[in-house]
């Protein structure tokens, strides 16, 4: 295989593509490495300025606070997505948040440090 011929990826480009493929509604603004921790600290944002529940679309009401998850590790670093995940007003009035692709629904993340061995 020809090095020379093959396209070199950004790092932004393999997160895209290969690591946390978003839809079109969420892209990654920042990415930050840590070196002398071992992080890297992706911050995502919300590009559209509504969302789509079962097919209705609603107006964004507003943001809830940054919050963090965990992800796959990549190579030696750690790596962890920050978000702020729209809420909007459902025809009842009741505000809600939108699920994120990233995560499962109801579950709570738990940073284990890891085992030195």
């Known amino acids: 295989m020809n090095m020379e011929t093959n396209k070199r990826l950004e790092i932004k480009e393999v997160l895209d593509n290969v ?3 978003l839809d079109a509604s ?3 603004s920042s990415v930050k490495t840590d070196e002398e921790s071992g992080e890297i600290f ?3 944002e919300y590009k559209l ?3 789509e529940v079962d097919g209705v679309r609603y107006p964004i ?3 809830r606070k940054a919050r963090s998850w965990c992800h796959l590790d990549l190579w030696q670093y750690h790596t962890y997505l920050t978000a702020r995940i729209p809420r ?3 025809n009842t009035g ?3 948040s939108i699920s994120v692709p990233w995560a499962d629904t109801y579950t709570i993340l738990k940073i ?4 030195n061995f």
């Open 49 to 51: 300025d509504y969302v």
């Open 94 to 96: 009741k505000c809600k």
């Open 42 to 44: 992706l911050h995502l």
């Open 19 to 21: 690591l946390l493929p």
């Open 26 to 28: 969420w892209c990654i």
């Open 112 to 115: 284990i440090p890891p085992k």
């Open 61 to 63: 009401y507003d943001f």
């Open 88 to 90: 909007y007003k459902d």
